[in-house]
Antibody, heavy 118, light 107 residues
Framework: EVQLVESGGGLVQPGGSLRLSCAASGFTLRRYDMSWVRQAPGKGLEWVSAIGGSAGNTYYADSVKGRFTISRDTSKNTLSLQMNSLRAEDTAVYHCARDNVPESFDIWGQGTMVTVSS | ETVLTQSPGTLSLSPGERATLSCRAS???????LAWFQQKPGQAPRLLIY???SRATGIPDRFSGSGSGTDFTLTISRLEPEDFAVYYC????????FGQGTKLEIK
């Protein structure tokens, strides 16, 4: 079964760091572009970051550029998001998603909650 | 950045009725790379439509997408009880952006 499962969320103080993981099963992660998308409580969807399947180029929303780093471990078939200098406005459920061009985000994980609060 | 504006914000209809949701882009969407997602409370979004008008795998044919350039529409021909949810459009032709969502509620 094709599946994505996120982990690593939790409560962190402003200015702190957290690393999210997304385990892929049923497909080879490096063959696809992959993204992180977040959703603040009661709000809409916001694209955060992407990594290209072939060359591994990385892309970021302006709101997280310089603070977040996306990466992948091909040996573990896992996607990661390193989040530094966290702010209250980063509080959200973070989903990883597979970008099956030209079909857009066809597979999503259930998400992991990140709360930034003192 | 391509801004997507969805209308209406909330749509109140009854099962069996037809739903028409709109998504307008601030600039032309490259290659008509426009997708629609459905999201229910506590669940991940589900891909319904990609490339403006192609149904994703397993999506019932009561869902259809149309449009090009800057104006796009999602139509649900006859609403089923399970269709009441929040719907988002997304452009993926120039980076990625989402619309703010349309809540489809039972009247």
């Amino acid at each position: 079964e094709v599946q994505l499962v996120e982990s690593g969320g939790g409560l962190v103080q402003p200015g702190g760091s957290l690393r999210l993981s997304c385990a892929a099963s049923g497909f080879t992660l490096r063959r696809y572009d992959m993204s992180w998308v977040r959703q603040a409580p009661g709000k809409g969807l916001e694209w955060v970051s992407a990594i290209g399947g072939s060359a591994g180029n990385t892309y970021y929303a302006d709101s997280v550029k310089g603070r977040f780093t996306i990466s992948r471990d091909t040996s573990k078939n896992t996607l990661s998001l390193q989040m530094n200098s966290l702010r209250a406005e980063d509080t959200a459920v973070y989903h990883c998603a597979r970008d099956n061009v030209p079909e857009s985000f066809d597979i999503w994980g259930q998400g992991t909650m990140v709360t930034v609060s003192s | 950045e391509t801004v997507l504006t969805q209308s209406p914000g909330t749509l109140s209809l009854s099962p069996g009725e037809r739903a028409t949701l709109s998504c307008r882009a601030s600039q032309s969407v490259n290659s008509n790379y426009l997708a629609w997602f459905q999201q229910k409370p506590g669940q991940a979004p589900r891909l319904l439509i990609y490339g403006a008008s192609s149904r994703a795998t397993g999506i019932p044919d009561r869902f259809s997408g149309s449009g090009s350039g800057t104006d796009f529409t999602l139509t649900i021909s006859r609403l089923e009880p399970e269709d009441f949810a929040v719907y988002y459009c997304q452009q993926y032709g120039n980076s990625y952006t989402f619309g703010q969502g349309t809540k489809l509620e039972i009247k």
